[in-house]
């Protein structure tokens, strides 16, 4: 059987007059089918063109040919699958999907929908996108390849909450394989603007282990009785660690895995979502520099009273530190400030992520006597003159930041740190 994709649907229309370059290997499963409609002597069929899509428009039983018996497998709805045969037995149209793999045409089609929202902003494809007329409802036999770029004139919703792209009048793709710039953007050499929501950047559900920060370790240290001002996973808490690893008969490791971390009495959903979370973004396509700049302001208040945490840089019931805090408020406002990263922060060695953002040339500096709400304002270390701290500005002199012991808003320059390095400007 062949499925493309994730079992999503995806759709569009080609709106260049540029060739369409071949699809890439999206298929997964079983070698290509090869008509089965003699096991019906009443069934008709015709072979499809190459890497015909087909969508399922509800839960659909799987059979073993046009007519004949069910299978155990149900497909759910809203999946893609190349097809290779179409056949007509007892008067119903069936699709050929794998070897004597078929489903009813009856259950192919358009997934139901909102209302179309006119739109005006240009999308990049992630992958090759087959084109459809509608929300999936005929596939147009047209494949539009990856890295194009597409005028969206408007965007609808499907009931189970896939975001479609209207490409021309009635052909769609589905959101999922593309990415949405921001009407309002930076300069090219300069953190780019995405009107589609910052997806994770590293492994979710890492391990624990000997420098590891971050919300896991803060957790991990209240629950081994180990001070958490600084939650950093020391040789101290490795060595308690092995013992209860001991205790308990798993793999004396030192490291902090998921059975430990449910040994030790916390979900185990938890280990994962503490990762995953990235700010919901706040703006769209049609936003403007303001918008940007006060969705980031918004999601650092959201934060306000929550305790520092080093490395940490997650949900704002938990706490975060000060890059912690920057790169979420970024997240919800459309800038994934790569390489830094929130996933990537509580790693050993990434503790100083203001550093790295400091140093990342798609930022762009500007006077400290020119800053403006929104920028970020980086201060050094007076001891070592290295960049330490990072906040946002506020205007009025005012930022707000995580610093010992909690998220808050304070003058630029206080007696705490006042030694600014310079003014950064996410959105210029």
């Known amino acids: 059987m062949k499925k493309i994709g994730k ?3 995806w759709t569009a229309l080609a709106l260049t007059t540029t060739a369409l370059l071949a699809p890439a290997p999206l298929v997964q ?3 290509g089918p090869q008509a089965s ?3 019906d002597p009443a069934s008709t069929g015709e072979k499809l063109p190459d890497r015909f899509v087909i969508g399922l428009q509800r839960d659909t039983q799987l059979y073993n040919g046009p007519g004949r018996a069910a299978t155990d497998r149900t497909l759910p709805a809203g999946s893609l699958w190349l097809a290779t045969y179409k056949a007509i037995s ?6 050929e999907i794998g070897a004597d793999q078929w489903v009813k045409a009856k259950d192919v089609g358009e997934l139901p929908h909102s209302a179309k929202t006119p739109a005006d902003f240009t999308v990049t494809l992630n992958s090759d996108v087959p084109l459809w007329i509608g929300f999936q409802y005929q596939f147009t036999g047209r494949w539009l390849p990856k890295g194009s770029q597409w005028r969206v004139s408007g965007t609808g919703t499907t009931t189970d909450g896939q975001l479609w792209y209207e490409l021309a009048d009635n052909q769609w793709i589905n959101a999922n394989e593309a990415t949405a710039q921001s009407t309002y953007q930076n300069p090219s050499q300069y953190w780019q603007i995405s009107a589609t929501q910052i997806k994770p950047q590293g492994t979710v559900g890492y391990n624990l282990g000997l420098g590891s920060e971050g919300i896991k370790t803060w957790f991990t240290l209240w629950w081994l009785g180990m001070d958490r001002s600084y939650a950093s996973l020391n040789q101290t808490a490795i060595n308690k660690i092995k013992y209860f690893q001991q205790q308990w008969g798993l793999p004396v490791t030192g490291e902090v895995d998921v ?3 449910t040994h030790m009495g916390f979900k185990q959903s938890d280990w994962y979502d503490i990762d995953s979370y990235v700010a919901p973004l706040k703006t769209n396509a049609n936003s403007a520099r303001a918008d940007h700049i006060e969705a980031m302001i918004a999601t650092a208040y959201a934060y306000m009273g929550k305790p520092y945490i080093v490395g940490a840089s997650s949900a704002p019931y938990y706490g975060t530190d000060c890059s912690g805090l920057v790169m979420q408020a970024l997240y919800s406002s459309g800038i994934n400030p790569l390489p830094s990263s929130a996933i990537r922060h509580a790693q050993p060695g990434f503790e100083w992520e ?3 953002l400091w140093d990342n040339p798609q930022l762009l500096k500007v006077p400290y006597a020119e800053r403006q709400r929104g920028d970020l304002i980086f201060y050094r270390d007076p001891s070592s003159g290295l960049i330490w701290h990072v906040a946002i500005y506020l ?3 005012q930022v707000i930041e995580s610093w010992p012991p909690q998220i808050m808003v304070q003058p630029v320059e206080n007696w705490q ?3 600014v390095a310079g003014v950064g400007r996410p959105f210029i």
């Open 7 to 9: 079992c999503f649907i």
């Open 29 to 31: 499963g079983a070698q």
């Open 37 to 39: 409609l003699t096991t």
């Open 90 to 95: 007892g008067g119903e149209a069936w699709y």
């Open 259 to 261: 059975n430990f971390w």
């Open 354 to 356: 203001s550093r790295n």
């Open 395 to 397: 205007g009025d002199n």
């Open 417 to 419: 740190r006042s030694w």
